[in-house]
Structure formats: C-alpha cells, structure tokens
C-alpha cells in the first residue's frame, strides 16, 4: 500500500468518533474494496476521487448504523474516559499526602535531633531561623 492510500485510511480512521467492533469490520472490507479496486501506485487525490471525501465515508457508514448502537458506544467511552479520570485523580492525590506526610515526618524527626532550634513552615518549606533562647 503507498503512503496515499495509507493517508487516506488514516483519515477516516481518526474521523470516527468511536471505533468498536462494527467500525472495526466496516474498515476492512473498505481497506480490502481500496485495495482490490486501486492500483498500487494511487494517490490520496485518487482515493478521494474515486470513494469520496473521508468524512463522506464516515457520515453514510453512520446513517446506516443504529442511533441506539452509536448512543451506547459513545456511553461506553464516557464510562472508561471518567474511570481513568477518577483513577489518575485518586493516584495524584494518593501520592500528595503521602508526600506530605513524609515531609512532616522528616520535620518532626529533625526537630528531635535538635531540640534547640525551631522552624517556622510556610508553604510546604521549612525555614531555619536560629536556635531557641
């Protein structure tokens, strides 16, 4: 396949807005249809003008397709998009009190060290600021 063929399935591919099983199956018979029907040498031009514009593609192969079908794949991808949200959110915040929490020990384990100097905390910084009087 040359580089215009491959651009042109490229565009349609990124044109879906969501790729399940039925999108999967419709792309191979249309890579196969491209494959058997243009040469080897065709260009993206010739694609386009031989099948049509990749958003034309896309919007006839979803006129045929269930709204029911599309509404629960777009549903789908909501559920895993905002699971992974939650997941990410629940790591980042996991891994920031744990940090905190490292650096108040780290604080409290100095201070014990010396016990004659005191730290002010601001800001998540420690400040020495010279020792007790």
Request: aromatic share 16%; hydrophobic share 35%.
């Amino acid at each position: 396949m040359t580089y215009g063929r491959k651009d042109y399935i490229k565009n349609i591919k990124k044109i879906f807005p969501v790729y399940g099983k039925k999108e999967k199956q419709f792309l191979r018979k249309l890579i196969e249809t491209i494959n058997n029907e243009m040469d080897e040498a065709a260009s993206y031009y010739e694609c386009r003008d031989r099948f049509g514009e990749p958003q034309e593609i896309v919007a006839n192969y979803y006129e045929s397709i269930s709204f029911d079908y599309i509404k629960q794949q777009i549903h789908k991808r909501n559920i895993i998009r905002n699971g992974l949200i939650g997941i990410i959110s629940v790591a980042v915040i996991s891994f920031t009190a744990w940090r905190a929490y490292d650096y108040m020990e780290f604080v409290k384990n100095y201070q014990s060290v010396c016990p004659d100097c005191y730290f002010e905390i601001e800001m998540g910084e420690s400040v020495f600021l010279g020792e007790k009087k």
